[in-house]
């Protein structure tokens, strides 16, 4: 082709994920998507494998004759599926979980739920110890599709500052 320009070599071109700690502000919410549904097979599943064979997770009968009338959702599995809904807004580039707190449990999670998630910033600091990294505090909510909330936490993360992460010129 007479004049046609000629295509350029592809480039490679690496999503990135995750914030540094300067990517954070006190106040602001992450909408953490995308949702999740819950299965039978789910909780039965993470039930057996933590080895809380709690009738209300498993025994359709047991659970049936119970004030919820049918199986509750592991409250182990919805905070793991609530916490790892946050990973890619909150902790991605985490240097470390430094802990949950105020871990409430508010409404019944039943296989079928689809579940989301939301965090709020409500601390952004500096690390005492290590100058190139800072703390951030989220509140976490989980929240069925009807909007309902089912669980909170507080949790703090060790983040690095841009300039000093992993990969970078001076990390």
């Avoid at 409250?75 to 802990?99: C, E, F, P, Q, R």
């Avoid at 110890?129 to 929240?143: A, D, K, N, W």
Wanted: aromatic share 8%; glycine share 10%; hydrophobic share 35%.
């Amino acid at each position: 082709m007479a004049g046609a320009e000629q295509p350029r070599p592809g480039r490679v071109i690496v999503a990135e994920s995750g914030r540094y700690l300067e990517d954070f502000a006190v106040g602001d919410t992450y909408e953490h998507r995308p949702g999740r549904t819950i299965t039978e097979s789910d909780n039965i599943q993470f039930s057996l494998m933590t080895m809380n064979v709690h009738p209300m997770h498993c025994d359709h009968a047991f659970a049936a004759a119970s004030e919820f009338g049918r199986p509750l959702v592991n409250s182990g599995l919805t905070l793991a599926i609530v916490l790892g809904m946050t990973v890619n807004d909150v902790s991605m580039k985490a240097v470390a979980n430094l802990g949950w707190t105020d871990i409430r449990l508010t409404a019944p999670v039943f296989p079928g739920d689809t579940v989301y998630a939301r965090s709020t910033v409500l601390e952004v600091r500096d690390s005492r110890s290590r100058p190139h990294q800072g703390i951030v505090t989220t509140r976490t909510e989980g929240y069925k599709a009807d909007g309902t909330s089912f669980m909170t936490f507080e949790r703090a993360s060790l983040i690095p500052r841009r300039s000093h992460a992993a990969g970078t010129a001076g990390g």
